[in-house]
C-alpha cells in the first residue's frame, strides 16, 4: 500500500487540495482570525482555502517573490498556517516566529532570516521600540494586521490583490522555517523541507491508528503555540482524517474553553502542559466540559501526573486515554506512549509513571541509548543520550550549519535528552543533558513533588557545580507549608531551601517551558551547569 498516493505533499497547495476534494469538516474557533476579523468564528475548507489564495495575492503584493522569506510573527492562532500557506504557495519560505519572544531575540532571529517580508502587527513593532529594537527595519517590506504603522503597510494596504500562479519549493529545498522552544539559550531556527515535513512527520499522525488516532466522529480541540513546528504535522492529520469539527483555541483560557466546550463537547484534546494547568479548575465540575474526551494528548514537554490524573477523571467516558509524545522540532514526536487511569492509579510514588516516555514509533522512527563520550550505544538500564533516527530529521538550521552539523552522526540526531532504555526499548527520561545533575533527575523529583504537594502548580530543580540543587516552587500565593513540604521531601535526595513565586514570576517560552538558564541565572547568579550543553 502506497500512503503517499493522491496526497498533497507541499505546504502551498495543503489546504487548497483538500477543498478541491470536497472536506466537509468544519472549524469553530475560538476568535476570529487575526488576518480575517470580518469573517466571524466559524469556517469550512472552502473558506479556509479562499484565505489562502487572498493572502497570496497581498503577500505577492507586499514583496513576497520565490526564494525569498517571509517572516510572520502575530498573535496566537491558528492563521499562522493560513500565512504560512499562503507563502509556500508563491514559492517563498515562511518562518513562523513566536510572539512571545523577546523584542531583542526577535531581532537576532530576523537578522538571521533576512526576509523580504514580515507580516506582523503594530503591537509588536511598538513593544520593540519600547525596549529600542526596530523589527520593521529587519525586513524589505512590512505588513501589519491591526493598525497601520509608520512606513509599515496595513492589511487593507493589500488585500484585494491579485492571486498570483502557483511557484511551489521542490522536495527537499527549504519549505518552512520554525524555532525551537529557546529554553536553553536563543531559539534555533529549524528548516523544513516538503519531503521532511509532508512525506514523513505527517505520515504518522495520517494513518488511521486504533484508539490514539483521529476518526470522523470525533469533535477535535487544540490549544497550542501555532507558530511551531509541531501545527504543520497536526494539520494535515486533521485534513486527511475529517474530524466532524475542528476547535481552534487561540489561547488555553479557562472562560474560551468552558465558552466553547459547553456548545462543542470535545471528544480529542491536544493542548500545551501549561495549557492544561489553566484548564485544570474546569475539570472538578459535575458536568465537566471534558465529559465526552475520549483521547488527550500533549506536545512540547512532558506533564505531571496529577494533571493526567485529573483530566483522565474528568471525562465520563470507560477508557479514556491520554498520549504523551517526546519529541523535537528538528525530529518531530520520536516516542509515543498511552496512559490510562490503570496506569497512573498510584499516586506519590518516588519514581512516578509519566517519565516513561514509551517506544519510538513503529516503521517510522529509531532510537539508541548513546555514551554522551563516545556516542557508542550503552547497555540497557545505563544512563546515555538519546540519539535518534528518522526521515522527517530538519535539513539545517538556518545561519548555524555547524551547530547543525555537530548534532548528527551519519543519519542519526543527538537530541541532548538524558535517560535510559530497558530490556524492552521503552524510554525514560531523565533530563536534559545540559540540566544534569549527578546523582539524581531533575525531571523526576519535579514530578514527584508536583504529586505530593496538591497545592503547588509547578515545581523547577535546578543546578549548579559547588551547591546543592535549588528547588523553585511555583504556588498561586507565592506562599508554601514548611511542614508539608518538609514531609514531601523526606525520602528524597538533599536540596537548598525552596524558592517560592508565582506562575509568572517564572521566565518561560512561548510554549510555557521554564527558561532555566534564565531562572539560574537570576535566582543563582551563575550560568555554570553539570552538564556539557553540547547537543543544545
Sequence with gaps: ??????????????????????????????????????????????????????????????????????????DNHWDYVILASAAARLGAVPAMLSYRLPPEVLQKLLKRLDPAVLVTTE?????????????????????????????????????GAPTPPRR??????PML???????????????????????????????????????????????????????????????????????????????????????????????????????????????????????????????????????LDASRRSFPVWLQGLGQSETGPYTIRPMTRRTMAKQGNRHPTTRNVGLPAPGFMAAKVVDPETLRPVPAGQTGVFMVRTPGRCINYLGEEDRWRSKTQGKWWNTGDLGVRNRFGVLRLLDREVDVIPGMSCLELEDVLDDRLPEVIEVVVIGCPGRPPLPVVCTEDGELDEAAWREATRDLPEMAEPTVLTWDEVPRTGTGKVRRFQLRDRLLGATETFGTGKWT
Design 177 to 311: 522555517i520554525t524555532h525551537t522552544s529557546g529554553t536553553t539559550g536563543d531559539p534555533k531556527l529549524v528548516v523544513h523541507s516538503s519531503t521532511t515535513i509532508m512525506r514523513y512527520l505527517g505520515r504518522t499522525e495520517s494513518i488511521r491508528w486504533p484508539v490514539l488516532g483521529m476518526s470522523r466522529s470525533d469533535t477535535v480541540a487544540i490549544s497550542s503555540a501555532f507558530a511551531h513546528m509541531r501545527i504543520m504535522t497536526w494539520t494535515q492529520a486533521v485534513l486527511r482524517r475529517q474530524p466532524r469539527k475542528v476547535l481552534l483555541m487561540d489561547e488555553a483560557d479557562p472562560e474560551s474553553a468552558e465558552r466553547v466546550f459547553r456548545v462543542h463537547r470535545p471528544s480529542h484534546v491536544e493542548a500545551l502542559p501549561a495549557g492544561y494547568l489553566k484548564w485544570e479548575s474546569l475539570t472538578g465540575e459535575a458536568d465537566s466540559v471534558f465529559s465526552n474526551v475520549r483521547l488527550y494528548a500533549n506536545t512540547f514537554d512532558a506533564v505531571h501526573p496529577p494533571t493526567v490524573r485529573r483530566f
Design 1 to 74: 500500500m502506497n500512503l503517499f498516493k493522491s496526497r498533497p505533499l507541499h505546504l502551498g497547495t495543503l489546504i487548497e487540495d483538500y477543498a478541491d476534494r470536497r472536506q466537509r469538516t468544519k472549524f469553530i474557533l475560538s476568535r476570529p482570525f487575526d488576518i480575517a476579523p470580518e469573517a466571524g468564528t466559524e469556517h469550512d475548507i472552502d473558506s479556509m482555502a479562499e484565505l489562502v489564495r487572498s493572502a497570496a495575492g497581498w503577500l505577492h503584493a507586499a514583496g513576497a517573490t520565490p526564494g525569498r522569506r517571509v517572516a510572520i510573527v502575530k
Design 168 to 173: 511551489l519549493s521542490a522536495p527537499d529545498e
Design 123 to 159: 503591537r509588536m513593532l511598538s513593544a520593540g521600540s519600547e525596549v529600542g529594537v526596530d523589527l520593521a527595519s529587519a525586513a524589505s517590506g512590512v505588513v501589519t494586521l491591526d493598525e497601520s504603522a509608520g512606513g509599515a503597510l496595513s492589511l487593507k494596504d493589500v488585500q
